[in-house]
Structures are given as C-alpha cells and as structure tokens.
C-alpha cells in the first residue's frame, strides 16, 4: 500500500514540481471551487498510477494542481465514494498521496441534507465534528506507522483555529453560516425519514455519503482539516407540504458554493 501511495506521489511530483500546501476534494456539484484556481496541472483519475478505477458512468474526475489565495494547492473535483463500490482504502487513497506530497491542510465539502430544524436550503454549514455511520473505517487492517499511529486520536478532529478564522471571515464578509455534526453514512439511499430522525437523535445536524473517510485518513497522517456542508435539502416532516423545486435548489446551492469558494481561499491565503 505505501510503495503504491509513493508511486504515485512520486509520478505527481515529477510531472508538475508542486509541493502544494493545502488539499481540496470537492463534493458533488460544488466543483465551481476549480474556476477560483490557477490551473497549471490537470489530470483525469484514469491517467494517474494507481488511482482507484471507475467503475461507474459518468465519472469525470479531476486532480488538478494550481495556485489558490497564492498558495499552491492540489483539488479533487469528483471523489470516490463508498456507494460506488470502492473499499474505503480506494476511497481514501488520494488523501494519503496529497500527505506526501507535502499537503498539511485538507480542505473538504459536500452537498448534505439538513437535518437541524434551524436550517435552511442553501445553508453553508461549518463542520465541527463527525459521526463514523460507515460500516467500516478506512485505517482497518494492518496500520502503515510510516504515516501515523494505531489508534489516532479523534478528538479534535476539525481544526478549531481554522473554524474560528472561517467564522470571522465568513462575518466580515456578511456570509450567513451555520455550525454542526455531519454524519456520514454508506448510501446510495437516501433516508427514510424514520432515519433522518434517527440521525437527528443522534446528534447530528446534517447527513452525506462521504468525507467522514478522507478526513480520518487526514487525521491518521497528521493533517488539519477544514469541512464545509452545502445544505441541499432539509429533512424536516414540515417541509413535505412544500416541496422545493430543483431550480430553487440550484440557485442556493451556487450562492452558497460561491461562499464557500471565498472561505477555501481565504483561509488558504492564510496558511
Ligand atoms: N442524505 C444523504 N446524503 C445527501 C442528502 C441526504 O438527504 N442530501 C445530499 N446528500
């Protein structure tokens, strides 16, 4: 697994000369994040050594490298998800090139739907913690020390100091924000809503098929990590007598990825 992880480090390296700072993956439909980029490098997944393989239609994923906020950074647009069928290793495999080649910072987002009855459609919402609801863990299996310990401690799993500097960002720049618990779950169902409730029950304030993974394998290899949720649809019991069209949908979620693009970059220019 790490001679692969360096391998394809190593390709990476040697094509662009970047040792970026900071990693981006980008949840589904929120790839706008790439237009703020100063492209330099570009690769689809199938051209990258040991890239997990689609095995889906459709799949136009993305690493590209460039300059954010002045920096350089390296951006997933597309990731792997469980439900597609990847173990969680596959799912989480980039994250551990980005480590070697030289990332400190994970920067990850998703669409997720709301769960927190305060919420609205189109909110952006800071993550401050995460529940593990896959059946697995990625680091299950024989531990590769070379990146970090056994049994990583999981308390503070989102860098305080860069939600602190998010919010005073997100003020300054009149940028409505919320803060919650996002939940991860397998997917490709979406909720009952005998589970949102559960999940609500749970503690959580908002619910996706990803990012928990990524950013466990981040804190297993020492990484900072900063998440954003774009609240895409509300689970409320409320909200069946009025439906939201998919255009409204569309629109909140543009605003709010163009928000979310302002704090990626922000807080990049002040790494
Ligand atoms: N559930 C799970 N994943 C999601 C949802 C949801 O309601 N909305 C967007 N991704």
Redesign the pocket.
Known sequence: MIEKIKETASFLAEKTGFNPVAGIILG?GLGGLVNAIDIKHKFEYSEIPNFPVSTVEGHDGRLIFGFLGGKQVVAMQGRFHYYEGYPLQQVTFPVRVMKLLGVQTLFVS?????LNLAFEVGDLMIIRDHINFFPDNPLRGKNIDELGTRFPEMSQVYSPRLMQKAKQISIQNKIRFQTGVYIG?P?PT??TPAE?NMFRLLGAD????STVPEVIVARHAGMECFGISI?????KPADADKPTTHEEVQNVAQVAERNMTLIFTELIRGL
Request: without cysteine; glycine residues 20%.
């Open positions: 589904s998703n669409a997720a739907g709301g779950s997917g979406l909720e949102y908002a619910t996706g098929m609240i895409t649809n509300l689970a």
